[in-house]
Nanobody, 124 residues
Framework: QVQLVESGGGLVQAGGSLRLSCAASGGTVRSYSLGWFRQAPGKEREFVGGIAWSDGRSNYADSVKGRFTVSRDNAKNTVYLQMNSLKPDDTAVYYC?????????????????WGQGTQVTVSS
């Protein structure tokens, strides 16, 4: 059983930056690929980016590519989402999640563990 706790959300102006953290505990965390999803009001939860347990490679949704970066610190059992050049469309609740897939996928059904979410609001 893996527990995930996000932090670092908040209110930021368009063009600004935020860094989200996700502290993982329980199980063999380094065996999981870790991902970030987000959900805006009235919209489906969507994949943002993730990082593989197998080789540390990351992948991203097209909407955030070049602006967001996922990284992990296995010694601290923590994954980060660095968000730069934020836009109002990035406003959502951001969720940290874990999967046993060797690479992060874009499908919510592939993820067994989810954090409680952290709100990110980008003002125009």
């Amino acid at each position: 059983q893996v527990q995930l706790v996000e932090s670092g959300g908040g209110l930021v102006q368009a063009g600004g930056s935020l860094r989200l953290s996700c502290a993982a505990s329980g199980g063999t965390v380094r065996s999981y690929s870790l991902g970030w999803f987000r959900q805006a009001p009235g919209k489906e939860r969507e994949f943002v980016g993730g990082i593989a347990w197998s080789d540390g490679r990351s992948n991203y949704a097209d909407s955030v590519k070049g602006r967001f970066t996922v990284s992990r610190d296995n010694a601290k059992n923590t994954v980060y989402l660095q968000m730069n050049s934020l836009k109002p469309d990035d406003t959502a609740v951001y969720y940290c999640t874990a999967t046993l897939h060797p690479y992060p996928t874009g499908r919510t059904v592939d993820y067994a563990y989810w954090g409680q979410g952290t709100q990110v609001t980008v003002s125009s």
